[in-house]
């Protein structure tokens, strides 16, 4: 089992930056692809970001390429989303999920094993 937990989200205003942490624990000698989704009042869960075990590849939506930015350290069994320009529509409950078993980093969540509880970012002015 692993554990997942979600730090670093809060009220910001547009344009504003902000940094998300997972933070792992359990089984986490082997690292595992992970990823951020997000879920916005009424809307489905959509993919942000992936990375993979080694931290070598990442993969990002098209509504936050350029903006966010997925990183990880496993020594610190940690990953981060740097999320900068933040705009109204990144308003949302943000959660992270390790995938065990992909070969490759994957945008779809049932690939995604284990999920954190969600941390709230809300963008308004």
């Known amino acids: 089992q692993v554990q997942l937990v979600e730090s670093g989200g809060g009220l910001v205003q547009p344009g504003d930056n902000l940094r998300l942490t997972c933070a792992a624990s359990?089984?986490?000698?082997?690292?595992?692809?992970m990823g951020w989704f997000r879920q916005a009042p009424g809307k489905e869960r959509e993919f942000v970001a992936a990375?993979?075990?080694?931290?070598?590849?990442?993969d990002y939506a098209v509504s936050v390429k350029g903006r966010f930015t997925i990183s990880r350290d496993n020594a610190k069994n940690t990953m981060y989303l740097q999320m900068n320009s933040l705009k109204s529509e990144d308003t949302a409950v943000y959660y992270c999920?390790?995938?065990?078993?992909?070969?490759?980093?994957?945008?779809?969540?049932?690939?995604?094993?284990?999920w954190g509880q969600g941390t709230q970012v809300t963008v308004s002015s």
């Open positions: 990375i993979s075990r080694s931290g070598d590849s990442t």
């Open positions: 359990g089984r986490t000698y082997r690292p595992y692809h």
């Open positions: 999920a390790a995938d065990p078993s992909s070969v490759l980093i994957t945008s779809v969540p049932n690939r995604y094993d284990y």
